[in-house]
């Protein structure tokens, strides 16, 4: 069963950091690696990142230059920096991440979510 938690998200004044961790266990990673999506209240979910199976990342343009994705391979975890935080980065920031669901098929699989809150 493949299982995702995220964690690391925390109230910051604007112009701080934060570092989230996503922790992937089960199955094995399809091509597509790991998204980051958020979702701020009345407003459609948002892609921020990926990073796929061979290390390649992608940012929206929302985020490109402030958040950088990375990862521990060993410990089945990729991180999201997240530097020059403003008060349009508040939102539930989500973990999804490509496995292989039986012999033949991807999925997506998504974590719960965990709260990140900028204050001006």
């Known amino acids: 069963q493949v299982q995702l938690a995220e964690s690391g998200g925390d109230s910051v004044q604007a112009g701080g950091s934060l570092k989230l961790s996503c922790v992937v266990s089960?199955?094995?990673?399809?091509?597509?690696?790991m998204n980051w999506y958020r979702q701020a209240p009345g407003k459609e979910r948002e892609f921020i990142s990926n990073?796929?199976?061979?290390?390649?990342?992608n940012y929206a343009a929302s985020v490109r230059g402030r958040f950088t994705l990375s990862q521990d391979n060993a410990k089945n975890t990729v991180y999201l920096q997240m530097n020059s935080l403003n008060s349009e980065d508040t939102a539930m920031y989500y973990c999804?991440?490509?496995?292989?669901?039986?012999?033949?098929?991807?999925?997506?699989?998504w974590g719960q979510g965990t709260q990140v809150t900028v204050s001006s």
């Open positions: 999804a991440a490509e496995r292989l669901r039986g012999s033949d098929r991807c999925r997506w699989y």
């Open positions: 089960g199955s094995t990673p399809c091509n597509n690696g």
């Open positions: 990073i796929d199976i061979t290390g390649r990342t």
